[in-house]
T-cell receptor, first 112, second 110 residues
Framework: NAGVTQTPKFRVLKTGQSMTLLCAQD?????MYWYRQDPGLGLRLIHY???????AKGEVPDGYNVSRLKKQNFLLGLESAAPSQTSVYFC???????????FGQGTRLTVV | RKEVEQDPGPFNVPEGATVAFNCTYS??????FFWYRQDCRKEPKLLMS???SGNEDGRFTAQLNRASQYISLLIRDSKLSDSATYLC???????????FGTGTSLTVIP
């Protein structure tokens, strides 16, 4: 049982480049989330989705876009990467807003 | 005020000790609460769920105090393998978001 899978696991970008992070879950969860984790700041919600075709902004959405074209996938895009976006990105999914979330293994992104 | 606040620690305790962490939350309407464990450079993993007054699983006990709006995690007979960061998580009842505390760092010393 794969759970939540994120690709890629590591990436180095130059300032201004774009990239897409892919999150896939096989648990038939409605809710999916993208977080970033930075030292001293904890996990902060970037965007989330409550179902196929829906997305919403979280705590720190600027500089990111998302899409949920299929229920099992949630994509996070960086259109023009900035050094401030250097972080560890985690995707998560949950059955509902009051049940536990399951996390992917994370993507370590460095923007130089 | 932050939605979820935790004492960041670090907590350094000897093996066999009992240690407790507290987490305060701001939304009085929150119905469910979670403690996650995160090892260095790994993803958070669910440790315990708390839906009513508390929950117990072996050496771990989570308690909820709705009046004072805090949840606690008690670890008894600490093991070296308990060394990790413990995250308090509170879903917002009025939204669709999980709020994470910044985590409490625990190191169990031989």
């Amino acid at each position: 049982n794969a759970g939540v899978t994120q690709t890629p696991k590591f990436r180095v970008l130059k300032t201004g480049q774009s990239m897409t992070l892919l999150c896939a879950q096989d648990m038939n969860h409605e809710y999916m989330y993208w977080y970033r984790q930075d030292p001293g700041l904890g996990l902060r919600l970037i965007h989330y989705s409550v179902g196929e075709g829906t997305t919403a902004k979280g705590e720190v959405p600027d500089g990111y876009n998302v899409s949920r074209l299929k229920k099992q996938n949630f994509l996070l895009g960086l259109e023009s990467a900035a050094p401030s976006q250097t972080s560890v990105y985690f995707c998560a999914s949950s059955f509902s807003r009051n049940t536990e979330a399951f996390f992917g293994q994370g993507t370590r992104l460095t923007v130089v | 005020r932050k939605e979820v606040e935790q004492d960041p620690g670090p907590f350094n305790v000897p093996e066999g000790a009992t240690v407790a962490f507290n987490c305060t939350y701001s939304n009085s309407a929150s119905q469910s609460f979670f403690w996650y464990r995160q090892d260095c450079r790994k993803e958070p993993k669910l440790l315990m769920s708390v839906y009513s007054s508390g929950n117990e699983d072996g050496r771990f006990t989570a308690q909820l105090n709705r009046a004072s709006q805090y949840i606690s995690l008690l670890i008894r007979d600490s093991k070296l393998s308990d060394s990790a960061t413990y995250l308090c998580v509170v879903p917002l009842d009025t939204g669709n978001q999980f709020y994470f505390g910044t985590g409490t760092s625990l190191t169990v010393i031989p």
